[in-house]
């Protein structure tokens, strides 16, 4: 059984190979399973094995943190943290963020070593942030997987997949982990 998405990807290799580039591909990641497992599916359906060439393609991983936020209750007094702790929680994003990359970089050089790999670490609303990163480095193709919110989740909260597939400016598939 053809996997969903198959047929398009087919084409986009059939137009690369006319003009003779190379595929780019971005991957926002964070520490979901449904984010690795886009990009798993994208190593594994996007660049073929073995490659036609040394250079199979490149795929930009994307991760985006949170920045850290002071609260204000409306019944009490705000909490505002310290320069040290500010700080302390900044590191561990860091830390977070680095182990998160040298874990997807370790996946890509696994399942395809000829593929190019380099990644970007920003900080801000994931959603914007990583259409920005679309504008910067404009990919031939964006990935991002689901975690699958329920229609009022999603309606309350928001989705990243469904904010960027309104607002990228490139083509975006959103890969959803197969049900278990």
Request: proline share 7%.
């Amino acid at each position: 059984m053809e996997q969903p998405g198959t047929e398009a990807v087919e084409q986009r290799r059939a137009a690369e190979q006319q003009r003779g580039t190379r595929l780019k591909v971005m991957v926002a990641v964070d520490e979901s399973d449904g984010s690795l497992y886009a990009l798993s599916w994208a190593l594994d359906n996007l660049f073929p094995l073995p490659p036609p060439a040394e250079d199979a393609g490149e795929v930009v991983i994307v991760h985006v943190q949170q920045p850290f936020q002071n609260y204000v209750f409306p019944a009490g007094p705000a909490l505002y943290a310290t320069t040290a702790v500010m700080d302390s929680v900044r590191k561990v994003q860091q830390q977070n963020a680095e182990a998160l990359l040298a874990k997807v970089s370790h996946v890509c050089s696994e399942k395809h070593t000829t593929v190019k790999v380099k990644t970007m670490v920003m900080e801000g609303d994931p959603k914007e942030m990583i259409c920005q990163a679309v504008e910067q480095v404009h990919p031939d193709l964006l990935l991002v997987g689901s975690r699958g919110l329920g229609k009022l989740k999603r309606a309350f909260l928001g989705s990243v997949s469904d904010y960027c597939a309104h607002h990228a400016k490139c083509p975006i598939l959103i890969v959803k982990p197969p049900h278990k």
